[in-house]
């Protein structure tokens, strides 16, 4: 079993930055697929960002390129959400997400791990 524990949501002003994290606890952590999804209030689940289980591949939705970058300290199984040039429809609450296999990263359903979520609020 593993357990995904997430912070770093805040309220920011539009173009302002923020930095989630995300640690993972349990088996096989170092070899798990890990990414970012989001929500916003009656919208789906959305993909943000991802990366494989040894950093050397990352995946972004179009709508975070050049904005955001992913990446993951395996010495403590923690993965970073870098966000930059913040704007309000990147507002909702971030989920961290995890697997062994991570068959089409895009997809919600390829997850079988997720955190509590937390939110990112982006002023104008």
């Known amino acids: 079993q593993v357990q995904l524990t997430e912070s770093g949501g805040g309220l920011v002003q539009a173009g302002g930055s923020l930095r989630l994290s995300c640690t993972a606890s349990?088996?096989?952590?170092?070899?798990?697929?890990m990414g970012w999804f989001r929500q916003a209030p009656g919208k789906e689940r959305v993909f943000v960002a991802g990366v494989t289980w040894n950093g050397g591949t990352t995946y972004y939705a179009d709508s975070v390129k050049g904005r955001c970058t992913v990446s993951r300290d395996n010495a403590q199984i923690t993965m970073y959400l870098q966000m930059n040039n913040l704007k309000p429809e990147d507002t909702a609450v971030y989920y961290c997400?995890?697997?062994?296999?991570?068959?089409?990263?895009?997809?919600?359903?390829?997850?079988?791990?997720w955190g509590q979520g937390t939110q990112v609020t982006v002023s104008s």
């Open positions: 997400v995890a697997d062994l296999n991570a068959n089409d990263y895009g997809r919600a359903s390829s997850y079988k791990y």
């Open positions: 349990g088996r096989s952590v170092r070899l798990l697929h």
